[in-house]
């Protein structure tokens, strides 16, 4: 409980303190790093507590994209109404998809969900409502919160990811501790056995779902207000799916910091290599990305949690749900 | 007398403290006093990386001439060693990798935090609007090299400078010399078929394509978009085949560019003519990997080793800088980019002084001479669209670009119709 | 008709190699119960050997299949006792993930190594010759890819069904651990079958080489397809993964004319979704 008011005052002392977050690089890390540890979460709802491995979120993340570029873009008012409906489309859509896949076991389960992507992500190319393969391009509009826009300054941004990701992961703190926690988890612990005490598994799992689906679709849209662009292979991708599983198992999946610890690793890590490696040579900065992934499931599968339980710095408790 | 190692492990120590210091600033610039620095965000891995890693080499180029002393007579600040009263050129590169979103922050990164005075870029038109959009914010230069697509330059920006053909541009030539060749060769084309990748650039120039044949009367029967990376073009060309336009324009760069080629040659079907927007087409590396294969297929270019020879004699030492570093001669999208920093380096110059908006004003204003152009010049309108850039239409034969049209420039005859794969 | 005999032949052939790509991953899917995220990196690996060998020392690529087939049974054995045996039974996704960050770091290695430049091989023995089949246009390197594809298939299928080895496979697959007990060294048998997989693979890159241009993005949509096609036929069934790819091929080929080829690969992706809603274990699962 401490460390969760701790980092949510010291998240708002940087918003307040005016030029403590400005326009340098590391308030770009910090941003990414606050958005990606709220999309890790949000598919840790339904890969972590609910054991269902998806590489489908992208699609959702990608509705949220498109609701806030279209409301922006294609009507050109305000964002906000484009992101709810983003985020309501999005947990509609999963809901829909996800009904016949859950019946899907582990691979099976996994491959369906990106052959999911695929097909979204190609309509959505050819599909000239939603720009087709032009892509949505923001106006050049004043900084401001009633189009969620800033140009100069980052403080904008990170006030708004910081909100983001105290959201969802209030979210999920509250869900964990209630019986929809307890029965994700015994879900994932062993679906027949939590039947047979009565849970109805398909009704958490669609739960769980969608409201991951409604989560994601919420990072999307601010995705899409960051870089005034959304277009399908920026947000309908494999790749992003990706990001989304690799950084909660890199954190440590099925436990609450897990995704914030994974994004704070992988995120400064990413973006750091890439801008400083890059003399080296084309392509060196995501070798060390890949040698480091490698590394990582090989040594400590459970995420950096695992190597905190490892060394016994997660006072006495298990490495799993704290 | 303080020994010589105890001074040694104090250098040493400040010197870490320094990198250390250096590093934690992330890297904000090795303050040297005459530099300028200038950034280029180029997708240097991903899926275009051959053509971004041309791009990068190309503008380095440009900045070995400027920073270095030759004696060129058509070059200009060729033979000035540096800029202005002794300044450098200092080249930040970026990488993009193809995707918007890194395209986006680099820019920022580059003007925010390494202070560089404009940025070069993008390569892929998707990457050069968020990108440019975050320089036009900031009041910041953003020069444009080979992004086609015509949009970047209807938006109004101010700062935004573009020295390629856009894909408009190259869609009514073409369709000019469509209407030449039916009106004085009696080449009889009336239909036309679009072969383009299903991107920003592919879809864009596709439709500039559709406008401009509309204007002479072409009807357009068949309209293929194909996935980038595809693992075949079979559907595609079957497609273009069963269809049999007289004419197709394509856009395709480098792999599915040779996979393009080689499908529609075992096809033993040929469109009577085969043009195609600036892309895998003008690449050198491709064209010597295909081999006689890419013979006869035609394309718009603003550079080519063949014109450069005649028209941009100026050009050909800065070719031979450009080999060095990649093997290649220049190509018509790396020499625009090159273009850029070097028309950038003229204004600064002219306007004396290290200031963006005085060098801005410059170059919406002034027209430079520009030996890497084929016009010889470089002059911007409104919204940042260079007025004077054009292409040529050239035909492969036998490995070499020759140019057909306009006919002022044309060194050969046009090679009609296609010859059909088993017709060879 | 010729428009109807083109697309038929277009689409065996090209499923005919998804087919050869798809089988190498099948097997391990079917042994071992791995996702080999890297399957396309290594298909790549053996096009960069193959065109290597070809321009450097003037192999063409209709002998240069052994080779980077043998190349890379040893780079998958390798990849095997280096990554994933040592990830396996930890956690559910973590041999996904580490394959998935070997096929990140082999891209960007051969992107550093030998430049993002499109290689082609040219003047290879069967470059630019076709042969007509019912009216249709076959190339002939994509022919002989696609039935020599057909022949690797059958001899992989024979060496699981009918050699002692193949018993000491399948008896893997089933049950690991009962099979330690009967005596057979399990762990040889799972370096052997990321070999096989690998060996597969390498002999698809080899002769794709022959009319596919060679660069570091080169095998990502055919492991996605690769993907499709093994969960389609259903866990390691090799007759499965042929039909599933044969199936593909065509519905691609079909879909890709008939309807507008910008939706061909949406057809194969929402045709296994079809499927599977069917048969949640695919074609040929069990």
């Not at chain 1, 977050?21 to 339904?46: D, E, K, T």
């Not at chain 1, 109805?200 to 739960?207: A, E, F, G, W």
């Not at chain 2, 005075?117 to 968020?130: E, R």
């Not at chain 3, 069934?237 to 939706?263: K, N, Q």
Request: proline fraction near 4%.
């Amino acid at each position: 409980m401490f460390i969760w008011l701790g980092l949510l005052a010291v998240l708002a002392a940087l918003a307040v303190i005016p030029g403590a977050i400005g326009n340098r690089f590391y308030a770009h890390v910090l941003v990414l790093v606050l958005l990606y540890a709220s999309m890790a979460q949000s598919w840790n709802i339904l890969g972590g507590y609910c054991g269902q491995v998806s590489f489908g979120h992208s699609v959702f993340f990608g509705i949220g994209a498109y609701g806030a570029g279209m409301a922006m873009v294609t009507y050109r008012g305000v964002p906000w109404p484009g992101i709810i409906a983003g985020a309501l489309l999005a947990a509609a859509v999963s809901a829909l998809i996800s009904w016949p896949c859950f019946k899907l076991r582990g691979h099976y389960f996994a491959i369906a969900t990106f052959a999911i992507v695929e097909i979204f992500g190609r309509l959505f190319l050819v599909w000239d409502w939603v720009g087709g393969a032009l892509g949505l391009d923001y106006p050049i509009l004043d900084d401001s919160w009633k189009y969620f826009l800033w140009s100069s300054d980052k403080t904008g941004y990170f006030t708004g990811a910081a909100l983001l990701f105290a959201f969802v992961f209030g979210v999920v703190r509250f869900l964990e501790k209630r019986r929809f926690g307890y029965y994700a988890r015994a879900v994932r612990e062993g679906q027949e056995t939590a039947e047979s005490l009565g849970v109805d598994s398909m009704r958490v799992k669609l739960t769980a779902m969608a409201i991951s689906a409604f989560l994601a679709a919420l990072c999307g849209a601010f995705f899409a207000q960051y870089n005034y662009r959304v277009d399908p292979p920026m947000v309908l991708s494999l790749d992003m799916s990706m990001k989304f599983v690799l950084i909660t198992i890199l954190g440590g999946m099925g436990t609450f910091w897990g995704p914030l610890l994974g994004a704070a690793v992988l995120i400064p890590l990413q973006e750091y290599t890439r801008t400083y490696l890059s003399h080296f040579g084309a392509g060196v900065d995501q070798m060390i990305y890949g040698i480091l992934i490698m590394f990582m499931m090989i040594r400590q599968p459970k995420g950096i949690m695992g190597f905190l339980a490892e060394f016994g710095l997660l006072g006495g408790k298990d490495g799993g749900d704290i | 007398m303080v020994s010589r190692s105890a001074k040694g492990k104090v250098l040493k120590a400040l010197g870490i403290a320094a990198l250390f210091a250096v590093i934690l600033t992330c890297g904000a610039s090795f303050a040297a006093d005459k530099v300028i620095k200038i950034g280029t965000i180029f997708p240097l891995t991903g899926p275009v990386a051959v053509s971004g890693q041309n791009c990068l080499a190309a503008v380095q180029t440009a900045a070995d001439i400027i920073n270095g002393k030759y004696d060129w007579p058509d070059f200009p600040l060729a033979g000035k060693e540096g800029l202005l009263d002794g300044y450098k050129i200092e080249i930040v590169a970026a990488d993009h990798q193809g995707k918007p979103d890194i395209a986006k922050s680099e820019a920022e990164r580059l003007f925010n935090q390494e202070g560089v005075f404009a940025v070069i870029g993008c390569y892929n038109s998707s990457s050069s609007k968020p990108a440019s959009a975050v320089a036009e914010r900031l009041k910041k230069i953003f020069l444009c090299g080979a992004s086609s697509s015509a949009e970047l330059t209807e938006r109004g920006f101010n700062y935004f400078f573009r020295t390629a053909a856009t894909d408009g541009i190259e869609s009514e030539e073409f369709a000019d010399y469509i209407d030449y060749l039916n009106k004085n060769k009696d080449a009889g084309i009336k239909t036309i078929g679009f072969l383009y990748e299903n991107s920003e650039f592919g879809k864009h120039a596709a439709e500039e394509g559709k406008k401009a044949v509309a204007e002479i009367g072409l009807e357009v029967v068949s309209d293929v978009p194909f996935t980038v990376g595809a693992t075949n073009m079979n559907s595609e060309i079957q497609t273009l085949k069963a269809a049999a336009p007289d004419a197709v324009f394509g856009a395709a760069l480098g792999g599915d560019y040779s996979l393009m080629v080689r499908t529609m040659k075992q096809s033993n079907w040929a469109p009577k003519i085969f043009i195609n927007y600036c892309t895998g087409y003008q690449s050198p590396a491709i064209n010597k990997e295909l081999g006689s294969d890419g013979s006869f297929y035609m394309g718009g270019m603003g550079y080519s080793p063949e014109i450069a020879e005649v028209y941009m004699k100026g050009a050909l030492p800065a070719q031979e800088i450009y080999r060095g570093k990649t093997g290649f001669p220049l190509d018509s999208d790396s020499s625009q980019e090159a273009v850029c920093l070097h028309v950038w380096a003229q204004a600064i110059e002219t306007a004396g002084a290290v200031d963006t908006e005085k060098v801005a004003q410059l170059l919406r204003t002034e027209t430079f001479p520009s030996p890497l152009s084929l016009s010889g010049e470089v002059a911007f309108s409104p919204g940042g669209q260079n007025n004077r850039a054009f292409t040529v239409i050239t035909q492969l034969a036998d490995g070499q670009y020759k140019t057909v049209f306009p006919l002022d420039y044309a060194d050969s005859e046009l090679v009609y119709p296609f010859p059909a794969g088993d017709k060879r | 008709m010729d428009n109807f005999a083109q697309v038929v032949v277009d689409g065996l052939m090209n499923g005919a190699i998804y087919g050869l790509v798809a089988a190498g991953l099948s097997l391990i899917w079917g042994v071992m119960d791995v996702i080999n995220f890297a399957h396309g990196e290594f298909l790549m690996a053996a096009m960069y050997a193959c065109y290597w060998l070809g321009s450097l020392a003037g192999i063409d690529p209709t002998v240069s299949w052994i080779a980077t087939g043998a190349f890379l049974f040893l780079l998958s054995a390798v990849a095997y006792k280096a990554v994933v045996r040592r990830c396996i039974g930890k956690a559910a996704m973590a041999p996904l993930l580490a394959t998935f960050g070997l096929s990140i770091f082999l891209k960007n290695f051969c992107l550093n190594r030998f430049t993002p430049n499109f290689r082609l091989l040219n003047n290879t023995a069967l470059s630019g010759k076709t042969v007509n089949i019912f009216g249709a246009i076959a190339p002939v390197p994509q022919l002989v890819t696609a039935l020599f594809s057909l022949v690797v298939i059958a001899a992989l299928y024979y060496l699981i069904k009918k050699t002692r080895t193949g018993w000491a496979i399948q008896a893997t697959a089933m049950d690991a651990e009962a099979a330690e007990l009967m005596g057979i060294d399990t762990e040889r048998v799972f370096t052997l079958v990321f070999g096989l997989g690998g060996m597969c693979v390498g002999i698809a890159g080899g002769f794709m080489t022959g009319y596919l241009a060679v660069f570091p993005e080169v095998g990502t949509l055919f492991s996605l397809i690769a993907f499709v096609v093994v969960a389609l036929g259903g866990f390691g069934s090799i007759p499965g993964a042929l039909c599933a790819a044969l199936l593909i091929g065509l519905v691609e080929s079909f879909a890709g004319f008939y309807i507008a080829p910008v939706v061909k690969y949406v057809a194969v992706f929402a045709l296994y979704l079809a499927v599977i809603m069917v048969r949640p274990k695919g074609l040929f699962g069990w």
